[in-house]
């Protein structure tokens, strides 16, 4: 008999009711195991629901053997606060000690990590955390409820600089104090910790697996997280240079509670190597065998990194890059994107697949410029505004712009560029007059959200109300359109508020609705994820989310 | 001499004083300052936020008095910042306001402070040894290269002028020097490392060469800097040895009857070195320049690549501590050129 949710508690209702859809084929299979999974249902009691034997966990058949050095290509950053980590690439060096409450999978399910179980209630107003028993931090302490409730409060405190953490957890953030209110959380016991939403959300789980939302312990130096390396994880860093390479060791001093709970962390030792941001670097490297895999493989270097004879790992995501105007931005002393008609002329002006063929080899699916992808499970069906150039142009000339030098941004890098040129080629042809800059990665994301005119990759999340969220809603540190609108604001917190994804479609469609009305952004491609590793590596898939998870990985026994 | 080496090294410090005061000063106009500040706090700062954080970490004082606390001379500043915070250039943040008793406030490079790299988060000082033992490494192997290369090439070519050997040595020195660094190092990485012509002799990539270089994951690097100088060198060594071979004494010793080997090793080379040894000292300022791009392109993380690294974060006190670091090498290689070019042709005299 296999346990049905994580607690062995009652399965959740609306489970039942995403089972039937699934079952009628109205909810695909990936859709229904995020939604079940984050109400609490084991994945192997999800699958039984829709009479599926348990899935195949992500674990290869050939088991890795312990031991081993891992060279990987990546880039190495400075790590600071984990919850305003704004680069996968942070999390990956810190996840060696920091870890997660819960795990993301490329089916769109949710597995505990810290946690062992959570239960959400009926009107998603309440959320049970139970922490995993026997996992204790590497200096010896316990791993208790407190240092959960501590974490969540810290992700809480919206002025925190550059916290992206309180976009997560907005709904119990009170709005007078920017800290968590008073009784949303609560320390049930040693074990357990009871979260009272003053309205329904249904990110929360979501949120706890995004890679800022590494536990860090009470006492920990937000400013200094390398000093003392107190986590829970089976790794140390010994050596972070940023931009040349940073060193992860197993702790041999800690008792990981994952040895015991047959997770692995194979690998003794893992090297990040950073190769700068030009993929030719990172083929040298390959081709070199100064690496045994690489961060991600794109664009044309995939079929490069195929001939060399690695192995190709996919995942298609809701990874995308969106093209996209400030509204703010002020450019010879007016603000030329505040104007909604440029904003829609530009849209009306590119041809999405075209994108998508020059920028990124036809390798994902064309988008509709709304940023919610099918494979989030409230997607609704919204067009797009209708290709046609020449209604663009007289837009653009109606809104006395027809003479306006655009300059648009990118980044120096092989898809982003690639993507950005076919946007820029195609505004020409429409008429539009276009400069192009692009500008080394070094200096790019200094400035990343306040280019008038620019591109930048999105990665994938699993719902689409938290992509909105995080993107789109007024203020958000992320929000490089400068899209505000109050509309847009209250109709989110209406969709975060229904636990139902069907429900939540019809809301979405209006939030969608908006978003290609207003010509918030170009986002004409939902993209492939593609790593490349050497054929006895196992366990690195591509992650849909770029999440780590060092601990699968190793070699071939 | 003593008088002219002194003179020399007094140039030497003006110079670097010149030279780093520029690069203080593009490095502290306004708009690089505002990314300075964007980058480190946070890059939805408004103005405001943006001027404050400047001032409270003294970037907002006179140019010349910041580049005196940089240099040392001038007592490092102490402000209280907007949110009561009381920070300092020497000593960090102040709990109490009140500097430390009995220590003087001067840190700048006169007392050995090179300052703190925004960048890498370490101390100049620390970095500049690291990457520059790196690059010392590289260019302990392009020297071992070039330089007995580029010398036996130009003897060969030189010691018959107008022969087959000379036209063919000739043509190959032009050939390698009018060849740039990130031209060469692309054609030698596409032919000699990468799948698209399926040599694979070397490695494309000179990063784990900082470890431990071998044949294989050097050799590139190390061609590409080392033929860019070469041909050079040895068409200095070609002219100079054709010069010589075509004096009086070596027409008499060959009259004399001494055989050809004994004329080129015994009487012609010594002489012929002359000019050669000069253009090899000034070869180390242009191959710090090639570093740049030699180890840009292999990944080597050296002096070079920090160069880069510095200059693309607007890091101040970093690239400033290259600045200092590459006027040193090429005033001091100058200087040793100029006396060591006394010691080799006794005909010259300093005045």
Redesign the interface.
Request: proline share 4%; aromatic share 8%; glycine share 12%.
């Given at each position: 008999m296999i346990r049905q949710t994580l607690t062995g508690g009652p399965v959740h209702p609306a489970a039942r009711i995403h089972a039937r859809d699934a079952l009628a084929g109205k909810l695909d299979r990936r859709e229904f195991m995020a939604r079940t999974t984050a109400l609490g249902l084991t994945a192997a009691g999800a699958s039984a629901l829709i009479g599926l034997s348990a899935p195949a966990l992500a674990q290869s058949a050939a088991a890795p053997r312990r031991g081993g050095t891992l060279r990987m290509q990546m880039e190495v950053r400075?790590l600071k606060d984990p919850r305003t980590f704004d680069w996968s690439e942070m999390a990956w060096v810190a996840s060696g000690w920091l870890e997660y409450l819960v795990e993301y999978n490329n089916d769109g399910s949710f597995t505990p990590m810290l946690l062992e179980s959570w239960e959400v209630s009926d009107d998603a107003m309440h959320y049970t955390l139970n922490v995993r028993p026997g996992v204790s931090w590497n200096d010896g302490t316990p791993f208790t409820a407190e240092d959960v409730a501590f974490n969540i409060r810290n992700w809480c405190q919206r002025d925190a600089?550059?916290n992206s953490m309180a976009g997560r957890f907005a709904v119990i953030i009170d709005d007078a104090t920017g800290e968590a209110m008073d009784g949303a959380i609560e320390v049930v016991d040693d074990l357990t910790v009871r979260l009272n939403l003053p309205a329904p959300d249904i990110t929360l789980i979501a949120g706890m697996g995004d890679y800022p939302a590494c536990i860090v312990p009470q006492d920990y130096d937000p400013a200094d997280i390398l000093s003392t390396q107190k986590g829970t994880g089976p790794y140390l860093n010994v050596e972070h240079?940023?931009?040349?390479r940073s060193v992860l060791v197993r702790n041999e001093d800690h008792d990981w509670w994952g040895y015991a709970a047959g997770k692995g962390a194979w690998l003794d030792r893992i090297e990040f190597?950073d190769?700068?941001q030009d993929p030719v670097?990172w083929?040298?490297?390959a081709?070199?065998?100064?690496v045994d895999l690489v961060y991600e493989s794109v664009g044309d270097f995939i079929d490069?990194f195929d001939?060399?004879g690695w192995t190709r790992r996919e995942v298609v995501s809701g990874a995308t890059i969106v093209i996209r105007p400030n509204q703010l931005a002020e450019v010879d002393g007016m603000r030329p994107y505040a104007d909604k008609r440029v904003r829609q002329a530009l849209v009306k002006a590119v041809d999405n697949t075209v994108c998508l063929d020059l920028g990124y080899a036809a390798r994902g699916v064309p988008a509709d410029n709304h940023h919610v992808a099918p494979i989030h499970p409230e997607y609704a069906e919204v067009p797009r505004l209708p290709h046609d150039p020449a209604a663009a142009l007289a837009l653009l000339e109606e809104a006395g712009m027809a003479d306006f030098e655009f300059e648009l941004v990118s980044i120096d890098d092989d898809w982003r560029r690639n993507t950005t040129d076919a946007v820029a080629a195609q505004l020409r042809d429409a008429g539009f007059s276009v400069t192009r800059s692009v500008i080394?990665g070094?200096?790019f994301w200094?400035?990343?959200?306040?280019f008038p005119f620019s591109s930048t990759n999105w990665n994938h999340r699993p719902l689409g109300t938290q992509i909105l969220g995080l993107a789109y809603r007024s203020g958000e540190?992320w929000n490089e359109f400068g899209f505000a609108s109050d509309d847009f604001d209250s109709l989110l917190a209406e969709a975060n508020a229904i636990a139902d994804a069907d429900a939540r479609r019809e809301v979405m469609a209006r939030l969608q609705a908006i978003l290609v009305e207003e010509g918030v952004t170009i986002q004409p491609y939902w993209r492939s994820l593609y790593r490349h590793h050497r054929p006895e590596v196992v366990g690195a898939d591509m992650h849909i989310a770029y999440m780590p998870r060092l601990y699968r990985f190793g070699f071939a026994g | 001499m003593g008088l002219f080496i002194l003179r020399r090294l007094g140039v030497m410090l003006l110079t670097a004083l010149c030279l780093t005061f520029i690069v203080f000063f593009l490095t502290n106009l306004s708009p690089n300052l505002e990314?300075l500040a964007?980058?480190q706090?946070?890059?939805?700062m408004t103005d405001a936020q943006v001027e404050s954080f400047l001032r409270d970490r003294g970037y907002l004082q006179p140019t010349i008095v910041k580049y005196g606390q940089w240099l040392g001379v001038t007592p490092g500043w102490v402000i209280e910042g907007r949110d009561g915070t009381v920070r300092s250039k020497c000593f960090g943040e102040l709990e109490t306001g009140d500097l430390p008793e009995g220590e003087t406030n001067l840190c700048g490079v006169l007392q050995g402070n090179w300052g703190y790299s925004t960048?890498?988060?370490d101390d100049v000082g620390e970095i500049i040894a690291t990457r520059l033992a790196l690059t010392g490494k590289l260019m302990f192997w392009v020297m071992l290269v070039m330089v007995p290369g580029a010398l036996v090439i130009g003897v060969l070519a030189g010691m018959r002028e107008g022969s087959r050997t000379d036209r063919s040595l000739s043509t190959v020195s032009i050939l390698t020097t009018a060849t740039p660094e990130y031209v060469s190092g692309v054609v030698f990485?596409a032919v000699f490392?990468?799948?698209a012509v399926g040599l694979?002799w070397f490695?494309?990539?000179a990063?784990?060469a900082m470890e431990q270089a071998t044949f294989v994951?050097f050799t590139l690097p190390v061609m590409t800097i080392a033929l860019y100088g070469m041909g050079y060198i040895a068409r200095m060594t070609r002219a100079s040895m054709t010069e010589v071979m075509t004096a009086q004494y070596i027409r008499t010793a060959r009259l004399k009857g001494v055989s050809f080997r004994n004329i080129v090793l015994k009487h012609a080379l010594r002489n012929a070195l002359i000019a050669p040894f000069t253009v090899i000292m000034l070869q180390f300022p242009w191959l710090l320049n090639g570093v740049v791009i030699v180890e840009t392109i292999f990944?080597y993380?050296g002096f070079g690549w920090t160069l880069v690294?510095a200059a693309?974060?607007n890091d101040i006190e970093l690239l400033l501590g290259v600045s200092v670091v590459s006027v040193f090498v090429v005033l001091v290689t100058q200087l040793l050129s100029d006396i060591g070019y006394v010691y080799l042709n006794p005909r010259i005299r300093i005045s």
């Open positions: 400075q600089e550059g240079a940023i931009g040349v190597i190769y700068g670097s083929l040298a490297a081709e070199a065998g100064e490069l001939a060399l080394p070094s200096t200094n400035n990343w959200t306040t540190p | 990314k964007k980058t706090g946070n890059f939805r960048v890498f988060r990485i490392a990468s799948s694979r490695n494309g990539s990063t784990s994951n990944n993380k690294q693309g974060n």
